[in-house]
């Protein structure tokens, strides 16, 4: 795979991050969400993230979105406000190039360079690839919740990743 520029996300790059968060949420149990949310309403929430001063990527490849990450404050009391959760999206026919190594690696400069404490992942269902990639980025194992969330008529877990920043 050619190179791919990691960059922060602009309004014009939500239509492929839409489609991409998509793809997860019909299909997979990496997101507890149960309605993809439209363009509008990812813009929304990209401007959320950029408001707190956190980090929202995309990966560019020839010039189309392959994959998005951001980071958002772990709970929402100010107490929390140096903890952050990532969230990281890679297109499926893209997974296992590097993609998501690179842009968690971006991520967690970005963090860094906003002053944050710890960054946490949380992670729905099966899923070795996000705990292998989240692993070779120095996060360690810190909980598992059973039964955490509900979809496909199925009681999904949830582990818990953390590293400090």
């Given amino acids: 795979m050619e190179t791919c520029v990691i960059r922060p996300a602009t309004a014009r790059d939500m239509p492929a991050a839409a489609s991409i968060y998509e793809h997860f949420v019909r299909t997979s149990?990496?997101?507890f969400e149960l309605i993809p949310p439209d363009v509008t309403e990812m813009c929304r929430r990209r401007?959320?993230?950029l408001e707190r001063g956190l980090p929202y990527l995309v990966a560019e490849l020839?010039?189309?979105?392959?994959?998005?990450?951001?980071a958002t404050q772990?709970?929402?009391?100010?107490g929390y406000r140096f903890t952050v959760e990532d969230s990281i999206y890679v297109r499926p026919d893209c997974?296992?190039?590097?993609?998501?190594?690179?842009?968690?690696g971006d991520l967690i400069r970005g963090c860094q360079a906003a002053g944050c404490h710890r960054m946490i992942a949380c992670i729905c269902g099966e899923n070795p690839v996000s705990v292998a990639l989240h692993r070779s980025m120095g996060f360690e194992v810190?909980?598992?919740m059973p039964e955490a969330g509900r979809k496909f008529d199925?009681?999904?877990?949830?582990?818990?990743?953390?590293r400090g920043l």
């Avoid at 772990?74 to 100010?78: D, I, K, L, N, S």
């Avoid at 199925?154 to 953390?162: C, L, V, Y």
């Fill in 95 to 104: 997974v296992g190039y590097g993609v998501g190594k690179k842009l968690l």
């Fill in 142 to 144: 810190v909980g598992n």
């Fill in 47 to 49: 401007r959320s993230v």
């Fill in 29 to 31: 149990t990496a997101t």
């Fill in 74 to 78: 772990f709970r929402p009391r100010e």
């Fill in 62 to 70: 020839e010039g189309y979105i392959v994959g998005y990450t951001y």
């Fill in 154 to 162: 199925q009681w999904i877990d949830m582990s818990m990743m953390q």
